[in-house]
């Protein structure tokens, strides 16, 4: 797993990977959602299972869709295929599927309202279909596997560095190359990642910063916010306008 991380930057989580590839490779269980707070790393994990556990997999990126009678039209482009405009899209979008075994990953789906009812009746007419879900929310659908994702483990490893620790310095190399943390600095990273609650997304906010701070300048300056403001970026943030309002404010 360590060398792993070190290519592609991905910490912890080898619980959750478990977990989900078994889950998804389990025939009766055709709906698994990846649930957690914003920016807890939920379409992250999705994408590691993919790139470990399910290589032919379809990405159906949902996040600016807002009806539930767009998704199939949306399935379909992402599957590389066609439905007719029809007042049945769900119906079109299940005849449009051949009886293969396919994973569709529908990220970012909690802002569709009335989505359970419709995707619960397409899976019926599907069965070697599974569908991997992130959502802020439980679609709470009979039949529904879901994995309750918490921020990255502040407590140390056999490493002697934590999860979140380890992303922090992961993500401070992105904009720092050379940065080798001395023991002291990997205490003062600790203390900040506990400061952010573990969340990654807040994580790599902060480590981006090391461009021009150091961890106990960064530590410094988040001890001036008030901890909502660290902790809950708007849906649609880039990085960029997130680390701008955060450290503007
Ligand atoms: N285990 C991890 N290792 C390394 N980086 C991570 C990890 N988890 C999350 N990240 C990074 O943290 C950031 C936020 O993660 P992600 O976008 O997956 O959150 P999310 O839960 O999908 O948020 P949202 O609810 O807004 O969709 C991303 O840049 C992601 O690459
Ligand atoms: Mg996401």
Redesign the pocket.
Known sequence: MAAR?EIH?????SRELTELSQAIATPDIQLVT?V?????????????IVDRSAPNSTWVSL?SIDAAAHVPLAIALARGSQIPDTAAPWEALANSMNETATVLVL??L?QIPDLADPLTEFLTRVPRTRVLA?S?TALHVAGERVLE?EP?PLTTTTNGVS?ASR?FI??ARRVRPDFQPTSEDIEVIDQLCHRLDGL??S??IAAAQMRLMSPRDIMASLTEFPRHVLRL?A?GDT?EATIARSYTL
Request: charged fraction near 30%; aromatic fraction near 2%.
């Open positions: 991380d930057g991905f910490v912890g989580r990846i957690g707070t914003g920016g807890v790393g939920k379409t992250r994990l999705a994408r590691e996040s990220d970012n909690e992130t802020r994702l990255l999860a992303m992961n993500s990654p997304l994580i790599e970026p849906r990085l």
